[in-house]
């Protein structure tokens, strides 16, 4: 017998809902390494997205209060955005910063891509650190949200975290990732390795 773990296989995936660009729901049919069959396993495709750590020169992090609809209230949350089909994440990460803040920055670090949902997959998120920003422009929000531009220092986004201003997983991921330079470095390094 062998430790080895193995993925699905997939059989069968049937489309049920196609609400593009932003939503499509499929029903597949997965079997199990033992051989077990199991119909229906709904996967959900939404599209992937940037989330940015964003430093100024002099250390503030650039950060964004707004509504968002899926926790039902107004949070602190990165300069984040969809890629676009076809484009590659850090492109889509620095068209998104320059959009919704204004601010751009020339020294990046790929902190890897992450599935958000762990069985029905949902979208992927691709993480960034960027340092340096500079604002060159307005932003060009262009869409429903209504977002405001703050800065602050780490310290800050700590408190923030206490006082429960955060309302979605990957914010505080990004957050833990980046206040524990030995996990950023090895995100760093995974997504390098990854890219190769």
Not at 8 to 23: I, K
Request: aromatic share 6%; glycine share 8%.
């Amino acid at each position: 017998m062998t430790d080895e773990q193995k993925p699905w296989d997939v059989l069968e995936s049937r489309e049920l809902l196609d609400a593009s660009p932003y939503l499509k729901l499929r029903a597949e049919t997965v079997q199990l390494p033992d051989g077990r069959t199991v119909e229906n396993f709904y996967q959900i495709d939404q599209p992937d997205y940037a989330l940015m750590y964003v430093e100024t020169a002099d250390g503030q992090v650039v950060m964004l209060r707004t509504y968002k609809h899926g926790a039902r209230r107004v949070s602190l949350t990165f300069p984040a955005g969809a890629i676009e089909p076809g484009e590659d994440p850090l492109a889509a990460a620095k068209r998104e910063l320059l959009e919704e803040t204004g601010y751009a920055a020339e020294d990046w670090t790929a902190l890897g891509g992450f599935v958000v949902g762990a069985n029905s997959k949902g979208s992927t998120c691709h993480m960034f650190h960027a340092k340096g920003a500079r604002k060159l422009a307005e932003p060009d929000h262009g869409d429903l949200e209504d977002m405001r531009i703050e800065l602050h220092s780490a310290r800050e986004l700590i408190d923030a975290a206490a006082r429960g201003d955060y309302a979605l997983l990957p914010v505080i991921a990004m957050l833990g990732a980046m206040l524990m330079p030995e996990l950023r470095e090895g995100l760093g390094m995974a997504a390098r390795t990854r890219s190769v």
